[in-house]
């Protein structure tokens, strides 16, 4: 199997490279070396390489910036996924993509399925659903949420900076999500890739959180490591104590029944990836 994946230096795309199956041939390209908003270059890029599946891992993740910057958002999220696509029909190649549960308005008060009526409340879910729309019916586009990885700009990270370098952390109370590890999503992704997979499908780890729930989590998983010295207060805040150019979604766990019947066994519970990502830290430094 050769496999084109894109966003190569993401956390997901870094995940995704390490989570390969064995034997598989991987072309892995940053957007130095491929933008995938530009058609031209994709279908060049896929004319030559000629993969057997491309994993797109690249996005516009500014999730405020979306708000002022609508065209690279909608550029890059909403219609990249349809060169992708094209590029990958034209040479009988399957196109996985990743979506977000951003699509959703967080309205409801139990877990999306994947048919729930979508309802983005900002530029950057408009731009994603864009790009499921884009990508279409032959492409396996995967919502997702919350990803964290032990490198890049992520929550996790930062919640470590902050609590070493202040003496109280605040943190949203008020937002209902799932954590998850970058690692586990790409896992995900190959094997329903492998399993055949079309269509939409939902991934995140097991469990549901508030953004409060996991900084202490964060923070005690990481103190019992040796990552944080000391430990210092978290203060839950409400969303409106905390104001964005973007509104979030106050509920967005995701139904994962669907996926669960493909591979056949739930995720693990986020708090059990958070520790395994935690100890990587560790680790590598």
Do not use: C
Request: hydrophobic share 45%.
């Amino acid at each position: 199997m050769k496999a084109l994946i894109t966003g190569a230096n993401g956390q997901v795309g870094r995940a995704l490279q390490a989570t390969a199956p064995a034997g598989a041939d991987i072309v892995a390209l940053g957007s130095g070396e491929l933008d995938i908003g530009d058609a031209e270059a994709v279908a060049e890029q896929v004319a030559e390489l000629r993969p057997d599946v491309i994993l797109n891992a690249a996005a516009y993740t500014a999730v405020d910036k979306a708000e002022t910057e609508a065209d690279g958002a909608m550029r890059i999220n909403g219609a990249a996924p349809g060169y992708l696509a094209d590029s990958a029909r034209s040479v009988g190649a399957k196109l996985v993509h990743i979506s977000t549960d951003f699509v959703f308005d967080g309205s409801s008060s139990s877990p999306y399925p994947v048919d729930a009526p979508v309802n983005p409340l900002g530029i950057y879910g408009q731009s994603k659903l864009a790009g499921e729309q884009a990508a279409g019916t032959d492409a396996l586009v995967v919502r997702t949420a919350w990803v964290y990885g032990n490198t890049g700009a992520n929550f996790v990270r930062t919640m470590l900076r902050l609590m070493a370098e202040r003496d109280e952390v605040r943190v949203v109370a008020d937002q209902i999500g799932t954590p998850t590890s970058a690692v586990s999503l790409a896992g995900a992704l190959w094997q329903l890739h492998t399993a055949g997979a079309s269509g939409l499908f939902h991934y995140t780890d097991s469990g549901a959180a508030s953004w409060y729930d996991f900084a202490v989590a964060i923070q005690e998983e990481a103190f019992a490591l040796g990552l944080l010295k000391r430990t210092v207060p978290v203060i839950p805040i409400a969303t409106s104590d905390y104001p964005t150019p973007a509104r979030r979604p106050a509920y967005s766990v995701l139904d994962k029944s669907r996926t669960i019947g493909v591979l056949g066994l739930p995720a693990p519970h986020w708090r059990a990836n958070l520790r395994l990502v935690l100890e990587e830290i560790k680790h590598h430094g």
